[in-house]
């Protein structure tokens, strides 16, 4: 009897639209001869199930079920693909664990802590691992520009702490920006990070481990044709992405021998992707981690995964199946 999986997609952030992309990709990938496969779309208190000709069906939420054709169905594994909340920062985690519903991502905490891009950083840095000198400013509170400037400098990168691609970013080049660009990060985050600019080559690196295999993928070079690695570039065609890295192969091995250890300290589950800044002298700066990434057909975990030769329907199948 095929395993039924839930495909869950929404969200409550501006990264819908994405989560909503990569829904689709996730979708088409799966193995539909192992398992019986449905979106599940959430936002807000609207749960729903797309159902096969088209329509929806609400999700009981005491247990994630819902009515087709007169038979209650029941998921025995969902995969997240929500970015932002409540799919990355473990609220959804932790209601899927409660009803012992297995999923792709990992548990509560590292969830929690790695959407937390200030706290995460910080954790990390207790481990050697290097990460940009940063300031975090909770809503309500007030930082002067000369603070900022004696403290990280300027350029520097103003963001939200918890959200993703890119929303709410600024590279801030002069003091009458610092003002606006946290009102920005704000509009999408109650926490906002002010992060040192480190000037060097931006590299991405993709990993997902299970019980039997430890696979960490090719990396990526972006080359942005923007600023910086924006939501144009990212979506938009406004950046190359170049896989595998055109780096050499010390520096790689050292760059995916990292990411596979982050990935053991976090005790993170299923695929992740690090982000990187490589400086001049190759030395490796932490950027953040995403632990449901960007899977549209225009991510970059996609990418890794065809360059290293795997098919993502077998990769898929590898994450669900661990579970079991």
């Known amino acids: 009897m095929k395993r039924t999986i839930a495909v869950i ?4 952030s501006s990264e819908l639209p994405v989560s909503l992309r990569s ?22 208190l609207r749960w729903e199930v797309r159902l096969p000709d088209g329509s929806v069906a609400p999700i009981e939420r005491n247990d994630f079920s819902f009515v087709h054709n007169e038979q209650r169905v029941t998921f025995d594994f969902a995969y997240i693909t929500i970015h932002g ?30 959407f937390n891009k200030f706290a995460c950083n910080q954790y990390l840095k207790g481990f050697g691992i290097r990460v940009a000198e940063s300031l975090m400013l909770r809503e309500g509170f007030e930082i002067l520009d000369e603070e900022v400037v004696s403290k990280v400098g300027l350029p520097c990168f103003i963001k939200p702490n918890q959200g993703g691609s890119s929303f709410g970013i600024t590279k801030v ?7 606006p660009a946290i009102e920005a990060a704000f509009g999408e985050s109650s926490e906002v990070i002010i992060e040192a600019f480190v000037p060097g080559r931006e590299i991405t690196c993709g990993c997902y481990k299970t019980k039997k295999n430890e696979v960490v993928l090719p990396l990526t070079e972006i080359v942005s044709k923007n600023e910086y690695f924006d939501y144009e570039a990212k979506y938009n065609g406004a950046s190359e992405e170049i896989t595998p890295a055109p780096i050499p192969e010390e520096l790689a091995e050292r760059i995916q021998l990292l990411t596979s250890a982050v990935y053991d300290i976090l005790g993170c589950s299923g695929i992740i992707r690090i982000d990187y800044i490589v400086t001049s002298d190759n030395k490796i700066n932490l950027l953040e981690i995403n632990t449901t990434p960007g ?3 225009a991510s970059l975990v996609p990418q890794q995964v065809r360059a290293a030769g795997l098919e993502l329907k077998n990769v898929l199948t590898e994450i669900i199946e661990d579970k079991f």
């Open 295 to 297: 899977m549209t057909q």
């Open 85 to 114: 909340t409540p799919g990355e920062n473990g609220i959804l985690q932790g209601y899927l664990e409660m009803l012992q519903i297995p999923h792709s991502c990992c548990g509560v905490l590292p969830a929690a802590l790695t």
């Open 173 to 179: 080049k002069t003091v009458e920006q610092i003002q």
């Open 9 to 12: 997609a929404g969200g409550d």
């Open 23 to 44: 829904a689709e990709t996730i979708y088409a990938a799966i193995d539909k001869e192992k398992y019986q496969v449905y979106t599940v779309e959430m936002q807000g």
